[in-house]
């Protein structure tokens, strides 16, 4: 049998490699496309960079609002994954998660993550979605004001739907005992080592009086001083005073750092469920190793937050890439 000629050889060869390519491009557009940091190596290189200094501007001009953003993700990815759908605006015939309790009149920072969209479409359209949006801007959010910075993993796609039930069942509310903290974290598939690392997000933030109303009026396991201190600014009465705000770490709000867990050890959690973490029961530990060492909180973290950005993403052909963070396409 005649040998094959050197181009006859050269020809399939690039046969092989362009199968290779169709099968490889298959698997990245399959359902079960996995997550990865270099997600947009060729098909947005720039996006890292356009969140960054979107997250910059908008802290430079608040920098509450960095706390903000990471609250958003939280509450986002707790409700059918960290699919956006916490995005999406009522419409007449369509109810999102927005008016859901732990999110009405609370979660906030939509239209950063709007500025930030428009900024990206802008450089590569239709590329980036929403969700991998938020997943980036709530690290650099916690790297901005202090904390420790991580390789975002993206190639997240946006849902097109939402539930409000969701939002109602699956976010802790400020009111939560820890085996209720436990549980609802353990359902995301988060341990409570997770749980508790996760809390010192609120290193950062404010919370509004509604929230933490009971907390210094009605509980014993404050801290007195601290609780008068509270009540000057959250009338006892439902109703009046519920949006005015207190910070969520006494010392530092706008710095990310370990001060969180030392206000627990003396009784002076902001929310319920925070206290809850340093009460006598089983996170007493963990509080305890964080205030001995910032680096193993930052660590530990930086962990939770990976595990969180990982709940049943959409991927591949499920879902879609939105034009407009607040509408499906």
């Not at 759908?85 to 109810?95: E, G, K, R, Y």
């Not at 929230?211 to 014993?220: G, V």
């Amino acid at each position: 049998m005649a040998q094959p000629t050197w181009s006859a050889r050269r020809v399939t060869a690039a046969l092989v490699v362009m199968v290779v390519v169709v099968v490889v491009l298959a698997v990245a557009g399959g359902s079960w496309a996995q997550l990865s940091p270099s997600f947009y190596s060729f098909s947005c290189p720039g996006v890292f960079n356009a969140v960054k200094r979107g997250m910059q501007s908008a802290i430079a001009r608040e920098k509450r609002i960095g706390a903000s953003i990471v609250r958003l993700f939280f509450h986002d990815c707790f409700v059918q994954g960290c699919d956006a759908s916490l995005l999406l605006d009522d419409t007449a015939s369509f109810t999102g998660e927005k008016t859901a309790n732990p999110n009405n009149g609370s979660v906030r920072g939509f239209e950063v993550i709007d500025a930030i969209k428009s900024a990206v479409e802008t450089i590569c359209p239709g590329v980036v979605s929403c969700a991998d949006i938020l997943a980036i801007a709530a690290r650099d959010s916690v790297a901005i004001l202090g904390g420790p910075s991580w390789d975002v993993k993206v190639g997240r796609r946006d849902s097109r739907t939402a539930s409000l039930s969701g939002a109602n069942n699956n976010i802790p509310p400020p009111t939560s005992g820890l085996a209720n903290l436990t549980s609802l974290f353990a359902a995301q598939g988060l341990s409570q080592k997770d749980m508790v690392a996760l809390s010192g997000s609120h290193t950062i933030g404010q919370a509004r009086c509604t929230n933490f109303r009971a907390h210094i009026y009605n509980e014993t396991n404050i801290d007195s001083g601290f609780a008068m201190r509270r009540q000057s600014g959250c009338p006892r009465n439902s109703g009046s005073g519920d949006n005015n705000l207190a910070p969520l770490d006494l010392q530092t709000p706008t710095v990310f750092e370990n001060n969180y867990y030392k206000n627990l050890v003396v009784k002076k959690g902001l929310l319920h469920s925070d206290q809850e973490l340093f009460n006598g029961g089983a996170t007493d530990a963990l509080v305890q190793s964080y205030i001995s060492s910032q680096s193993t909180f930052f660590a530990d973290f930086v962990t939770g937050m990976i595990k969180m950005g990982d709940i049943t993403p959409l991927t591949g052909s499920n879902g879609e890439i939105r034009k407009n963070c607040r509408r499906i396409n």
